[in-house]
């Protein structure tokens, strides 16, 4: 060993018996595209100038720190060429070749100040596990894969950085699957916020765009062995990730009690409530991590139990329409186009949201309302559809590809409302979807069919009337039911004897069952008794 002095700091030089050991060990890959050189221990002058020792030095230090992480080669070398102090080649391909082997095993490190091997340590006992995947992958690598491998590689690199500068692990990998462990659930959380932040500002293939990058984190014991762990912990944080959407950060309740108190105060966490996960038998309160920086809005969890759906809380209640209930329940299994027909104000779309709200059930991925009646182009519809999944535009591909892409493996219900001013464009969406979505069944509601083949169509009757010679104890219709409740609504006292009912069912009769007719006349009982506006809607019939 020889001491050196080199920018006014000792250095104690590498031994040099080392440094041609490492070249030895793989003399066919000890050549550097930056010169152009082929470097062997015959070639390499280990005993020359003073500096060439102490970068050597100071390099390979970084490298068997960063090897140590488990950081691969093609991250070494551009960290490596930004870290040396000057044009110093034969230090930087020295140092990069000890950290191409080291890196290479990923289980041997050499200490280059003490001259022993260290292996990375796994923690132990109570851990947090963060678990990672790319959203849309294998339709990337199908697409491009030459790009893909590119981006793929920006991601590794990224993640081990990340992951390492916050004193995790990453223990094993799967395609693009990120495995990785934090002796503390504080730093789990702070390398996932990181990596988020960071993913956007990398300058990915063109091809691909921004990887979007799904998270969750689990903590809990679980077993190590073999530089892997096992155990129930491990199933869960998978599960955990897999309901969750690429941009997000999700966590399980025993890792957000862990960290209450002692996090960033930008860190929050968003109750995402109580989830039944696929092959675990107890449920999972799961968490969204809330960061600046990070996206906030995503689409429900895709968790087995959870039947997400935009289909809105209607203020009045649905009456009647029992058996046209039914019937329409029982195609949505049999048809996956199904267009319910009528004129205005029949009650198509109120029956189309009954009918989402009662086989929300038989649709894992939710049902969805798309109204189609604010818009005046057709080719605004795939972007509203797209709009309500929160879909993000990408390079290089269509909003109705990327509709496919997002619902080809879905089972999920979407209502289409008031597409008669839009016919041929909603049936060309229609059409496209449903031959490229398998579990996708589409209600539509309109004036006229679509006209596409496989399309059932249903036409609404009005409400039932009275009958005129019906007995006098029969059950009201459900027109007269309707008006009913509506009058109620308005006047919460109303009571309607024998005599009244007969003429609310003659107003009914009049309004030939129509609901919206029917819900507007009973407003009116505030301002007029019902026998005036029974005598009311007789002038109004013969002018």
């Known amino acids: ?71 691969l080669p093609i991250e070494l070398i551009e960290r490596l060429f930004f870290l040396t102090t000057r044009a110093n080649f034969h230090a930087l391909i020295v140092a990069f070749r000890c950290a191409n082997t080291l890196a290479s095993s990923r289980t041997r490190c050499y200490n280059t100040s003490i001259g022993m091997q260290t292996t990375p340590r796994l923690p132990t006992g109570t851990v947090t596990f963060l678990f990672c995947d790319i959203q849309g992958s294998t339709t990337l690598w199908a697409r491009t894969p030459h790009a893909m491998s590119a981006a793929v590689a920006m991601h590794d690199a990224l993640f ?85 959407h690429g941009g997000q950060v999700v966590t399980t309740r025993s890792t957000a009690a862990v960290v209450e108190g002692i996090l960033d105060a930008s860190i929050r966490f968003r109750d995402l409530g109580v989830h039944h996960l696929k092959g675990l038998t107890e449920p999972e309160a799961i968490y969204q991590i809330l960061a600046p920086g990070l996206q906030f809005e995503f689409p429900p969890l895709t968790s087995s139990d959870q039947h997400a759906n935009n289909i809105p809380t209607q203020i009045s209640s649905f009456v009647g329409r029992t058996s046209e209930l039914a019937a329409l329940s029982d195609l949505t299994q049999y048809h996956r186009l199904l267009t319910i027909v009528g004129p205005g104000g029949i009650g198509k779309t109120r029956i189309a949201l009954q009918l989402a709200t009662e086989v929300l059930s038989l649709f894992p991925d939710g049902a969805w309302l798309i109204e189609l009646a604010p818009l005046n182009d057709g080719k605004l519809i795939a972007q509203t559809i797209g709009d309500t999944f929160r879909l993000k535009e990408e390079p290089h591909q269509t909003i109705d590809d990327q509709l496919i892409d997002y619902l080809h493996s879905k089972k999920l219900l979407l209502v289409l409302d008031n597409s008669e001013h839009l016919l041929a464009e909603t049936a060309a969406v229609a059409k496209k979807l449903l031959s490229r979505c398998p579990g996708l069944v589409i209600v539509t509601t309109s004036r006229e069919p679509l006209h596409l083949t496989g399309e059932h169509v249903f036409r609404l009757p009005p409400l039932g009337l009275p009958t005129p010679d019906g007995p006098r104890d029969a059950p009201p219709a459900d027109s007269v039911l309707l008006f009913i409740e509506r009058a109620r609504a308005v006047r919460p006292a109303t009571v309607l004897a024998a005599a009244d009912r007969e003429i609310a069912a003659s107003i009914c009769s009049k309004l030939e069952g129509i609901p919206l007719a029917i819900e507007l006349a009973a407003a009116r009982i505030v301002t007029l008794p019902l026998p005036d506006l029974d005598s009311a809607w007789r002038k109004d019939s013969r002018s």
């Open 1 to 71: 060993m020889i001491e050196l002095e080199h920018h006014d700091v000792r250095f104690a030089a590498v031994d040099a018996g080392m440094l041609r050991q490492v070249i030895e060990d793989e003399p066919a890959i000890a050549r550097c595209v930056f010169i152009g050189q082929s470097v062997t221990p015959d070639t390499l002058d280990l005993n020359g100038a003073a500096i060439v020792f102490a970068e050597v030095l100071v390099l390979t230090r970084f490298a068997v720190r960063c090897a140590a992480s488990a950081l």
């Open 160 to 244: 081990r950085e990340v992951i390492s500068a916050h004193d995790g692990v990453i223990f094993k990998t799967v395609g693009d699957e990120v495995c990785s462990v934090f002796g503390r659930a504080d730093q789990a959380i702070s390398a996932a916020v990181e990596v988020q932040r960071r993913l956007p500002e990398q300058h990915w293939p063109e091809e691909t765009g921004l990887l979007h990058v799904r998270m969750g984190i689990h903590t809990g014991q679980a077993i190590e062995r073999d530089n892997d762990y096992f155990g129930p912990a491990l199933n869960r944080v998978a599960r955990v990730m897999s309901v969750a």
